[in-house]
């Protein structure tokens, strides 16, 4: 697949058919990824690849968890929210799907529902979690992890599967460790759910929008 057809089609994929990627595949995938830039080369990640039983083990806790509105610790501290024109664009992602997946803006229960299918990771077959050691968990670094998602996420267009990379469940990272034996020396950064894209699932129809360049970029000297 040509590279800009594949950045155009990559978005996220919040339903996924249950039938799990095979290892050569992830391990092709996250071997190919690892040619993302990153900071003097340090390649600060850490990749820890679940499926079958052990991410049923973590969706299980992880739902459970959210559903007892446990107190959130991630290991970055809690971002504030978004607000002015930041908060506008996650309001518009958030209308847009609800509107999709038929949900009022006043129907509690069925928003519910779709955060713990959220911390469920939406129950997609596999799950890549990212971490970092604690001693270069700095600014260089996380932007490297951030070059290695997307990076993810692109080779993954071209084996046909689809990810999302998502932050909500790394909320509660002491239930990623307990689970998964993740040491506390590692920052849990991210993770990114994948596998083969139910396409008839409604959120998997959203084209979310973007600024136009003419928002966003200054040009100087040009
Ligand atoms: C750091 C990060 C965290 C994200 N966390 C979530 C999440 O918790 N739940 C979710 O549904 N999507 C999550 N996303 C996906 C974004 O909502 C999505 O990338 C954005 O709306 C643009 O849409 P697209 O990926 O379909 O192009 C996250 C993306 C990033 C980069």
Redesign the pocket.
């Known amino acids: 697949m040509e590279l800009i057809e594949a950045i155009k089609s990559?978005?996220?994929i919040?339903a996924y058919k249950p039938t799990p990627i095979p290892k050569a595949i992830l391990a092709q995938i996250l071997e190919i990824a690892t040619n993302a830039p990153s900071a003097m080369n340090t390649q600060p990640w850490k990749f820890n690849v679940l499926g079958s039983k052990i991410l049923e083990e973590l969706k299980e806790a992880l739902q459970e968890h959210f559903l007892e509105g446990a107190e959130l610790h991630p290991d970055f501290g809690l971002s504030p929210p978004p607000s002015g024109v930041y908060r506008n664009r996650q309001v518009d992602?958030a209308k847009s799907l609800f509107q999709l997946l038929d949900i009022a803006r006043e129907d509690k229960g069925k928003r519910t529902e779709w955060t713990v299918k959220?911390f469920r990771f939406f129950d997609a077959p596999n799950v890549i979690i990212i971490s970092m050691d604690e001693e270069i968990s700095s600014y260089s670094y996380i932007f490297s992890l951030g070059a290695i998602?997307e990076t993810i996420a692109l080779v993954a267009v071209d084996f046909g599967l689809g990810t999302?990379?998502?932050?909500?469940w790394i909320l509660y990272p002491e239930v990623i460790r307990q689970i998964t034996g993740i040491p506390k020396s590692q920052k849990i950064v991210?993770g990114i759910a994948i596998g083969y894209p139910d396409w008839d699932f409604p959120a998997n129809k959203?084209r979310?929008t973007r600024e136009p360049l003419s928002n966003i970029a200054t040009w100087h000297g040009i």
């Open positions: 990559r978005k996220s919040r992602l959220a998602s999302c990379i998502e932050g909500n991210a959203l979310s």
